[in-house]
């Protein structure tokens, strides 16, 4: 098992519509949790960050964590072109560990 | 505040050859990772170093080295390069402590380092 793994993609969804992101991980004792995104050509840089179970929200983009599952989730709501990227998973454990990353494309 | 620097930006070596690459942190932060991207492999953890010493190092060869500097600016070395290691080679710095903490450890990326090799 992969120590962070994520819906391979890649995701399409017309705009103004829901994408979901599902991220699971396999360490147990990790208590941070990280999405990121990336634009082609472009460096990954931080969307959202979440500690505790639940959801957390942050404009159009909701985080979403479950400890005992082991499950992050990102959801984008009103999804933009602006918004095609590919999104990162991201678990702190001894160190930061990052999943492949899931493809996204908003469609006009 | 600058952001993490790397340099060079683009290079291209031959096989064989070794090659170094710098990173310089956020300035204040002590912490360093170096990550692996490319298409195949996706996203891999290189090594991460806090205060001049090496934390935690991922599965890569010997060949993979690195060391950061008393002023927080980081080094990786790759020698004997193979046509496998062409890569976005990605530097981020944290201003995590030390101490595994909840929100801690917060990366920020620099633009990255892409290497191919002939």
């Known amino acids: 098992q992969k120590e962070v793994e994520q819906n391979s993609g890649p995701l399409s969804v017309p705009e103004g519509a829901i994408a979901s992101l599902n991220c699971t991980y396999s360490d147990r004792v990790s208590q941070s949790f990280f999405w990121y995104r990336q634009y082609s050509g472009k460096s990954p840089e931080l969307i959202m960050s979440?500690?505790?179970?639940g959801d957390k929200e942050d404009g159009r983009f909701t985080a979403q964590l479950n400890k005992a599952s082991q499950y992050v989730s990102l959801l984008i709501r009103d999804s933009q072109p602006s918004d095609s990227a590919t999104y990162l998973c991201?678990?702190?454990?001894?160190?930061?560990?990052f999943g492949a990353g899931t493809r996204l494309t908003v469609k006009p | 505040k600058a952001g993490v620097t790397q340099t060079p930006r683009y290079l291209i070596k031959t096989r064989g050859q070794q090659v170094t690459l710098s990173c310089s942190p956020i300035s204040g932060h002590r912490s360093v990772s170096w990550y692996q991207q490319t298409p195949g492999q996706g996203f891999q953890f290189l090594f991460e170093y806090f205060s001049e010493t090496q934390r935690n190092k991922g599965n890569f060869p010997g060949r993979f080295s690195g060391r950061q500097f008393s002023n927080s600016r980081s080094e990786m070395n790759v020698s004997t390069l193979e046509l496998g290691d062409s890569a976005l080679y990605l530097c981020?710095?944290?201003?995590?402590?030390?101490?595994?903490?909840?929100?801690?450890?917060?990366?920020?990326f620099g633009a990255g380092s892409r290497l191919t090799v002939l």
């Open positions: 981020a710095s944290s201003s995590w402590g030390g101490v595994r903490e909840t929100g801690a450890n917060v990366l920020t």
């Open positions: 991201a678990v702190n454990m001894r160190d930061m560990r």
């Open positions: 979440i500690y505790s179970n």
